[in-house]
């Protein structure tokens, strides 16, 4: 027995000392070795990996590809789509990496975008957890679970980026690494978005700012960081700022007829305060309650702390608060008085979204799990508390794992889209199905217009086609009408289509009684369109030539369309009946 607990202690002391030692080592090199794991099945699986369709390879990525097309060229619209877009209304989510699209295929630029944007993630939260905490373990755990969030690539680091930047204004208030510091928000300026993530960290550094001076504290740095970025993002978002400061826009936008929806005040914050919202999950519910009782220790003992400590408690504390904040901010953004107030304004104010804060909610969860841990982390028994620390976030880091792209990727090398469901970046784009129909058609995609019943306009749109709908936040409103009026008796057949189309609109789609606004019908669900009632007249006129669908027309020589085949391939999800107008 008592050489039993020597043998137990020894290990035990031997624990503490490696554990001390590499909790003061640099564990950056952690964030190589954990891409490698995570990105080895898309160089394995190709362009059979995949990918979230939904708002990334169905609208997101065509803003990318297209400009990319016109990237050697000044032009006022993109004619791809909708009848002519204006180039303020398909803007990518970062600019910076438009010329990855046009030096690579899409699907290899893209899988460089998600890497980008996983490595600014693990090392944004790295740096940045590291210099609020001194302890490597917990940034390295902290960044490992953040970069591995499902945060859509295609958005840039306009959710991965946000420790990154919180890195820089630490380094700019400490007055240190400043053109490390500028160089990386011009890095996060060009890979984020305005009305995505932009305003929102210009509107905390913008209060810092004024903290600075209401305690008569001086530091150009810090100023300096602040317009750097608002530079950047003026440059960037040069044409949204010349129609929103001088009212200079060349058509009024279909997002003029948006109706904003009322949620329940409460039940909404209650929502956000657990579970974060679109775009930005974050997978902290299980971190909630840990945070809580910490916090609440540590007011208990508040007054045993040393200063250090001390003033990490304070940031933990001031972190929740802001983390609570922002919930109720979205509570109020979806409250009916405000949602009615919105709904009667005209422009920016009415489809203008403040509750994107929560695209905090990432990062904030996480940083505040770790500022927590770090109020007991340093002293004795190093072991019990790296323990603990990994057992509080193991619920969080299953969620996470469960959700991942690597998860995605694993279960679909093991057992394929006939197990998983999932859609493969190849069958989705069907790149040999489009090449079919090009040369069913036998004409120059540009010369003619084709568009959809049943089916996504996003994999025409890849192979070159130009297409008569789309999917687009900011096309004109009178196209919106005229594009109307081909559905229009069908949305008649179905009021809940028909509110879908009118009081949002982005996806401008051949919508019907039958099948809705579904868009992701897929050859195995043998579809069949009876009593079609599309105004092909109003068609023509929008200069539509082809129609794709996704189902079978029933008497389409009766409607005025010449049938043209059938056609699907092996790889494709799709299978599309081909009609001439």
Same mark, same amino acid.
């Given at each position: ?13 031997r624990?503490?000392?490696?554990l001390?030692?590499?909790d ?5 090199w952690s964030?190589?070795?954990l891409?490698g794991v ?9 362009e059979?990996?995949?990918?979230p369709?939904?708002?990334q390879?169905?609208e ?30 398909f ?6 990496f ?9 699907f290899?630029a ?18 940045c ?7 490597s373990?917990?940034a =390295?755990?902290? $960044? ?5 969030l499902?945060?859509? @690539? &295609?958005?840039?680091l306009? /959710?991965? +980026?946000?420790p990154?930047?919180l890195?820089?204004?630490?380094c700019?208030?400490?007055k ?6 500028f160089?990386l ?12 993530i ?11 700012l004024?903290?600075?001076l209401?305690?008569?504290?001086k530091?150009g740095?810090?100023w300096?960081?602040?317009v ?6 003026v440059v ?8 929103l400061?001088l009212?200079r826009?060349s058509?009024?936008?279909?997002r003029e ?13 209650a929502?956000?305060?657990l579970?974060s =919202?679109?775009? $930005?999950?974050s997978?902290h519910?299980?971190?909630?309650? @840990? &945070?809580l009782?910490i916090? /609440?220790a +540590? ?7 040393g200063a250090?400590v ?15 904040g ?6 109020f953004?979806?409250w ?8 009667g304004?005209e ?9 994107r804060?929560?695209w905090?909610?990432?990062?904030g ?10 109020l007991w ?27 991942s792209?690597?998860?995605m990727?694993?279960n679909?090398?093991n057992?394929?889209s ?36 049943g089916?996504s306009?996003?994999p ?7 297409t008569a709908?789309?999917y ?10 005229r ?6 008796r ?5 009021p809940e289509?028909?509110?879908y189309f ?5 996806r ?13 019908l ?9 009593n079609?009632e599309l105004?092909?007249?109003a068609?023509?006129e929008?200069?539509?030539?082809y129609?794709?669908s996704c ?6 020589e009766?409607?005025g369309?010449e ?5 699907e391939?092996?790889d494709?999800?799709?299978g599309?009946w081909?009609?001439?107008?």
């Open positions: 027995m008592e050489k039993g607990m020597f043998w137990l202690k020894k290990i035990h002391l624990l503490e000392t490696v001390g030692r590499l003061a080592l640099p564990l950056w964030g190589l070795l891409a995570v990105f080895l099945p898309y160089v394995l699986m190709g059979e990996s995949v990918f369709i939904h708002d390879l169905d997101t990525l065509m803003t990318y590809v297209l400009n990319a097309r016109h990237l050697a060229e000044t032009i006022e619209q993109f004619p791809e789509l909708l009848g002519g877009l204006p180039v303020s209304g803007q990518p989510s970062a600019v910076l438009i010329p990855l699209y046009a030096l690579m295929p899409a290899a893209f899988v460089v975008q998600y890497l980008t944007v996983f490595l600014a993630g693990f090392f944004g939260m790295y740096l957890v590291k210099e609020l905490t001194k302890s373990i917990l =390295a755990v902290t $960044a490992g679970a953040f970069c591995m499902p945060l859509p @690539p &295609i958005y840039g306009s /959710a991965a +980026g946000v990154l930047l890195w820089c204004f630490l700019l208030h400490k240190r690494n400043i053109l490390m510091s160089l928000i011009l890095f996060f300026g060009l890979s984020t978005h305005l009305v995505l932009g305003y929102v960290v210009l509107g905390f550094w913008g209060l810092a004024l903290f600075q209401f305690k008569r504290r530091n740095w810090l300096l960081g602040f750097w970025l608002m530079a950047v993002y960037v978002n040069r044409n949204l700022f010349v129609e400061v009212g826009s058509y009024v936008s279909h007829e948006l109706v904003n929806g009322a949620m329940p005040f409460w039940n909404t914050v929502e956000v305060f579970n =919202a679109q775009h $930005a999950d997978y519910k299980a971190l909630i309650l @840990p &945070i009782v916090l /609440a +540590g007011g208990i003992l508040y007054g045993k702390m250090d001390r003033k990490r408690y304070k940031m933990a504390l001031a972190g929740l608060l802001i983390l609570m922002i919930a109720l901010l979205y509570g953004c979806k009916q008085p405000v949602v009615d107030f919105k709904n304004c422009g920016f104010l009415r489809y203008f979204q403040l509750e804060f929560y905090l909610y990432p990062a969860w996480l940083l505040e799990f770790a500022l927590c841990c770090t982390w340093g002293g004795r028994h190093r072991t019990l508390k790296v323990l603990a620390a990994v057992l509080l976030l193991l619920p969080t880091l299953q969620e996470i794992k469960m959700n792209y690597l998860y990727s694993v679909q090398l057992n394929g006939g197990i998983t469901g999932y859609v493969t970046w190849k069958s989705y784009y069907a790149e040999d199905l489009m090449q079919e129909l090009e040369d069913a058609i036998g004409k120059d995609m540009a010369s003619i217009k084709v568009a959809h019943l089916m306009p996003a025409a749109l890849m192979h070159g086609f130009y709908d789309g687009s936040n900011n096309y004109p409103l009178e196209y919106k009408h594009f109307r009026r081909v559905i229009e069908e949305l008649e057949k179905s289509t028909a509110g009118d009081t949002w609109g982005s401008c789609y051949l919508f019907n009684g039958a099948t809705g606004n579904a868009w992701m897929g050859k195995g669900q043998r579809i069949v369109y009876e079609l105004d092909l007249s068609l023509k929008l200069g539509c030539d129609i794709f189902g079978e027309i029933v008497g389409a009766k409607l369309l049938p043209m085949g059938y056609f391939t092996q494709s999800y799709w599309v081909l009609y001439g107008l």
